[in-house]
Nanobody, 122 residues
């Protein structure tokens, strides 16, 4: 079992950068694949990126590929999302989640953080 806690959100201008962090409690962090999702009011939670437990395999949504990078440090029980060239349409609450594999579907993720707001101004 892991409990993710996100941090690093904020307000940034279009074209700027942010790095989100997700610190997960629990001794088995390295056994889980981790992912980032985002959600805006009235819409379903959207897949952003995921990284498998060992860190070698990653997957990205086409809307963020080339701009966002997911990484993890198992020694620190932390996963990161480096975001560059941010656009106003990236504005959302970003959630960190844990699962047994690399999935695009939010329903496949059992453990979720509370989210962190990212706002990109034009």
């Amino acid at each position: 079992q892991v409990q993710p806690v996100e941090s690093g959100g904020g307000l940034v201008q279009a074209g700027g950068s942010l790095r989100l962090s997700c610190a997960a409690s629990g001794r088995t962090f390295s056994a889980y694949s981790m992912a980032w999702f985002r959600q805006i009011p009235g819409k379903e939670r959207e897949f952003v990126a995921a990284i498998e437990y060992g860190g070698r395999n990653t997957v990205y949504a086409s809307s963020v590929k080339g701009r966002f990078t997911i990484s993890r440090d198992n020694a620190k029980n932390t996963v990161y999302l480096q975001m560059v060239s941010l656009k106003p349409e990236d504005t959302a609450v970003y959630y960190c989640a844990a699962s047994s594999g690399l999935y695009y579907d939010a329903r496949s993720y059992r453990y979720w953080g509370q989210g962190t707001q990212v706002t990109v101004s034009s």
